[in-house]
Structure formats: structure tokens, C-alpha cells
T-cell receptor
Framework: GQQLNQSPQSMFIQEGEDVSMNCTSS?????WLWYKQDPGEGPVLLIA?????ELTSNGRLTAQFGITRKDSFLNISASIPSDVGIYFC??????????FGQGTRLTINP | NAGVTQTPKFRILKIGQSMTLQCAQD?????MYWYRQDPGMGLKLIYY???????DKGEVPNGYNVSRSTTEDFPLRLELAAPSQTSVYFC?????????????FGQGTRLTVV
């Protein structure tokens, strides 16, 4: 089946550092979504991207839809303790089911 | 709006028992999904539905069954619970308007099979 490769699998950073993670696929997607999952909770949508090349921000978060439509990245600037969690990318080809990456587990040392 | 509601939140089953995990959404979404998430792992798709009366298998369907008799509800059935089905189960729903698709998740059901 379709696979999304998300990297890195885990990150250990100091508070205040910037974070970057990405997601790649062998096939083209029409929509890229980024989710965050807090411990014990369901994933929550952070950013949705709909057009190749699109760059979208949500506070300290910035995500881009790759020009090739086969990748996307998420950046978090000036990390804070509440950024801890698992970040998932997801892709969709429109009227089809979502495909999720394996997740990036972010740990922040104060 | 309640969004996506899952019940129960927690459940302990004995091996061989059966149960149904309930999922309901009030957003009139056409797509609904069931995922399982094992400790420290990502989401694996069990089953999904593109609309009432239509369901299809995901990556890990064995040991599960689903039905979609209405747009709102998408229950997941475990017939003979096994320890390998110990996991957190998430239901999600999404809509498509042209090429736009966003998914919203429930809070999860934590299932332990002993």
C-alpha cells in the first residue's frame, strides 16, 4: 500500500530550539496534513496544505507542500515545553482515504 | 458540535470475548476510519468507509469487522478478542470538497485484552 516516510522518528532538543521534520512519499498527494498527538489524546489537526508550493503558518508552526507534491515539512520555531508530543503527517489524493506517516516523537529538555 | 465521539474510553476484555467500539460523528462527513495505535507507534488503518453502506479494509483488518448503516455511525466489532488486539483505537472522520480533505479524530478507546 501507499507509504509515507516521516523523519526523524524521534527528536530530543533543548527548549528554545527550532525543530524541523519532514514527510516523503513515492506517489503524489493533493493534500498534506500535519497533526499533533498529546499523551492520552487523539491527534489534532495543526496545518492543512492544499497546493504545491504552499507555505502556511499557524503561530510558531510553519509547513510547506513540496513542489513535487511528494513531500512536506513542518517547522516549529522557539520550542516550548507544551510542544512535546508526537507529530504525524498525512496525505490524501482527494476523494480517497488518508495515509499517515509513522510519527515524530518530540521531547524537549527544559 | 461534539465532533467525533468514541465510547467507551477504556475497556478490559478477556481472551475470546467480543465487543463493539462505538464511533459517532455529527459533522456529516462522508469518510470514516478506524485506526489502532500500539505503544510508541504510529497509526495503522484497520477499516474505512467512504459512505453509508460502503466499507473497505485497511492495513490490519484481521480480527475486526465494521458496518456503516448511517452517515453518523461507524462501529468496530471485535469477535474473539486476542492479546494482540491490546491497543488504543482511534476513530476519525473526514470530508472531501474537491481535493480538500481534513480528518478529525475522537479521543480514543484504550483496550486491554487479558
Amino acid at each position: 500500500g501507499q507509504q509515507l516516510n516521516q523523519s526523524p522518528q524521534s527528536m530530543f532538543i533543548q527548549e528554545g530550539e527550532d525543530v524541523s521534520m519532514n514527510c516523503t512519499s513515492s506517489s503524489i498527494f493533493n493534500t498534506w496534513l500535519w497533526y499533533k498527538q498529546d499523551p492520552g489524546e487523539g491527534p489534532v489537526l495543526l496545518i492543512a496544505l492544499y497546493k504545491a508550493g504552499e507555505l502556511t503558518s499557524n503561530g510558531r508552526l510553519t509547513a510547506q507542500f513540496g513542489i513535487t507534491r511528494k513531500d512536506s515539512f513542518l517547522n516549529i520555531s522557539a520550542s516550548i515545553p507544551s510542544d512535546v508530543g508526537i507529530y504525524f503527517c498525512a496525505g490524501s489524493k482527494g476523494a480517497q482515504k488518508l495515509v499517515f506517516g509513522q510519527g515524530t516523537r518530540l521531547t524537549i529538555n527544559p | 458540535n461534539a465532533g467525533v465521539t468514541q465510547t467507551p474510553k477504556f475497556r478490559i476484555l478477556k481472551i475470546g470475548q467480543s465487543m463493539t467500539l462505538q464511533c459517532a460523528q455529527d459533522m456529516n462527513h462522508n469518510y470514516m476510519y478506524w485506526y489502532r495505535q500500539d505503544p510508541g507507534m504510529g497509526l495503522k488503518l484497520i477499516y474505512y468507509s467512504v459512505g453509508a453502506g460502503i466499507t473497505d479494509k485497511g492495513e490490519v483488518p484481521n480480527g475486526y469487522n465494521v458496518s456503516r448503516s448511517t452517515t453518523e455511525d461507524f462501529p468496530l466489532r471485535l469477535e474473539l478478542a486476542a492479546p494482540s488486539q491490546t491497543s488504543v483505537y482511534f476513530c476519525a472522520s473526514s470530508y472531501s470538497v474537491g481535493t480538500v480533505t481534513e480528518a478529525f479524530f475522537g479521543q480514543g478507546t484504550r483496550l486491554t485484552v487479558v
